[in-house]
């Protein structure tokens, strides 16, 4: 299973979705990450909430990174909508 997962990250995010919306959780999974309650996440899902604060520090080091980012210049094939017409 680790190396079907390993071999794409399309596969391990749906493994993740399939993971936080288990028949098991009822769905709640997704409900606790939309609201980043990552304490009660990680012990739903691994049994402890010490997971949940390792999840939040991920999180936070990924907002983080993302928000440096420098946006990515336009492709000549990306053409700018016309002016409005006056």
Known sequence: MFH??????????????????????????????????WRELGRRLRGSARDGEKMAKVYEHAKTLLAE??????MPWQ????????
């Open 79 to 86: 053409v700018s909508p016309p002016p409005p017409t006056p």
């Open 69 to 74: 980012a420098r946006p990515r210049p336009r």
């Open 4 to 37: 079907a997962l390993s071999s794409s990250e399309r596969l391990q995010i749906l493994g993740l979705f399939d993971e936080l919306e288990g028949p098991e959780r009822g769905g709640e999974g997704i409900t606790l990450m939309i609201r980043r309650d």
